[in-house]
């Protein structure tokens, strides 16, 4: 038994040393855990906010999210997701699909019905009806490398304005727009 | 303490110790909630330009495996094709079998081609036909890695120091494992004045320059 828990004419304290071991292992824990949540959040889960720049802010940017297979932007507030055949698309008003050869490589297009319009194709007439005043800002997450050029010629042959970033794949991102240009 | 005296030893109150550890673990908790909440919004802030025409002339960062490598490309081309001469329309398939069978290599990189032709009706070559890529791809281990190229000796450095950034702006091949590496690259550009772009790669892949397309480098040959 502990010295301080027994009752003697010599000894006549009580040892808290125990209890403020315990207490200091608890804080000490809780500190570590604390430090760790924070490290994480602010480190490798912080989410990125795009600022379009340097130079003068002429067109408002729409972020765009490109995985390979979804494209996910905002309207109204609204976060919408939609899949996306990138090997699909236009040329000249005829619709392609990519032929590719055993090794991945393009090798040409099989011409193919045009497919249903879609809200992506809503966005992209938006854009090119707004092509003086906004452009397309594409964050390219790593699984839609492959596909990323066949993604933009979507923007590129409506002329309309891109800019791109790669970002990691399950980041979060979202633009920085000054207040003077928020919608 | 006269009733001290009489029993030498009085067992003291645990209740406020065991409030104060209290106390102190909810604050922690609190401080622990309010930091979750508050960095689970946390956004770092990158600017980032539109795409834009440039007459400026581009110079090549490779990031690949977590690594950086820059060349120029015309000096490449040229010791690449240096012994087989330009291809002409009279020996045109053997200049295609003497491009893909050559292979040339820098301190940090490895240059291979792939060219074709198509023979028409009595095995006439169709020179509309000609296609001719240039591949380029890091030597394992070579190039600088996240932790080097900051470092004033880092090659990536010195290899900018020898590009002008009113001629030259810096384009960065990237493949996917590699945006750490991308950054930390672009920002020693940046920091010098370079305008730069960017394009994806697909993995393990070389970086493919069409020379017969409408590439940039189209038509070097």
Same mark, same amino acid.
């Given at each position: /038994? ?20 315990? /207490? ?10 604390? /430090?760790? /949540? ?72 099989? &011409? ?5 319009? !879609? ?14 005043? !906004? ?11 492959? !596909? ?29 727009? &000054? ?5 | 303490?006269?009733? @001290? ?26 401080? $622990?909630?309010? *930091? ?40 490449? $081309? ?13 020996? $045109?398939?053997?200049?295609?079998? =003497? ?58 450095? +010195? ?6 950034? @009113? ?6 091949? *990237?493949?996917?494992?590699?945006? =750490?590496?991308?950054?930390? =690259? ?14 994806? +790669?697909? =993995? ?18």
């Amino acid at each position: /038994m502990h010295p301080g828990n027994v009752e003697s004419a010599e000894q006549d304290h009580f040892d808290l040393l125990p209890f403020i071991a315990i /207490m200091l292992c608890l804080l000490g824990a809780l500190l570590l855990v604390t /430090m760790s /949540m924070a490290s994480i959040s602010l480190g490798a889960g912080a989410g990125e906010g795009w600022i379009p720049g340097p130079e003068k802010l002429t067109k408002i940017p729409i972020l765009i999210e490109w995985d390979g297979t979804d494209a996910v932007w905002r309207k109204g507030g609204a976060r919408i997701r939609e899949s996306v055949d990138a090997d699909v698309l236009p040329v000249d008003g005829v619709w392609y699909r990519v032929r590719r050869g055993e090794n991945g490589d393009i090798l040409g297009g099989v &011409p193919v019905p045009e497919p249903p319009r !879609s809200r992506f194709d809503e966005l992209l007439a938006g854009l090119a009806a707004n092509r003086e005043t !906004s452009y397309a800002l594409i964050a390219v997450r790593p699984s839609g490398f492959d !596909s990323f050029s066949r993604f933009s010629e979507r923007f590129r042959g409506l002329r309309i304005d891109i800019g791109y970033e790669p970002i990691d794949q399950s980041k979060p991102v979202r633009l920085l727009l &000054p207040k003077e240009v928020l919608p | 303490m006269s009733r @001290k005296k009489q029993i030498g030893f009085e067992q003291p109150s645990l209740v406020p110790l065991a409030d104060m550890l209290t106390n102190t673990v909810g604050i922690m908790l609190f401080i $622990l909630i309010f *930091i979750t909440l508050g960095a689970g919004g946390a956004m770092i802030a990158r600017r980032l330009p539109r795409e834009r025409p440039t007459k400026a002339h581009a110079c090549y960062v490779l990031c690949v495996e977590g690594r950086v490598v820059g060349f120029r490309f015309a000096p490449l $081309l040229e010791q690449f094709v240096a012994p087989l001469g330009r291809p002409s329309g009279s020996d $045109l398939e053997m200049w295609v079998r =003497a491009f893909n069978a050559r292979k040339t290599e820098t301190a940090s990189l490895v240059i291979s081609g792939e060219a074709s032709v198509d023979t028409g009706p009595f095995g006439l070559v169709r020179p509309e036909s000609f296609e001719v890529t240039l591949d380029i791809q890091v030597k394992p281990g070579r190039g600088e890695s996240l932790d080097t190229i900051g470092q004033p000796a880092s090659d990536y450095r +010195q290899w900018l120091g020898t590009l002008d950034p @009113k001629a030259d702006f810096v384009f960065f091949m *990237i493949q996917p494992d590699s945006l =750490a590496v991308f950054r930390a =690259a672009r920002d020693e550009a940046v920091i010098r004045g370079f305008d730069f772009g960017w394009s994806p +790669q697909r =993995a393990r892949e070389p970086a493919r320059f069409s020379l017969t397309g409408s590439g940039r480098e189209a038509g070097r040959l």
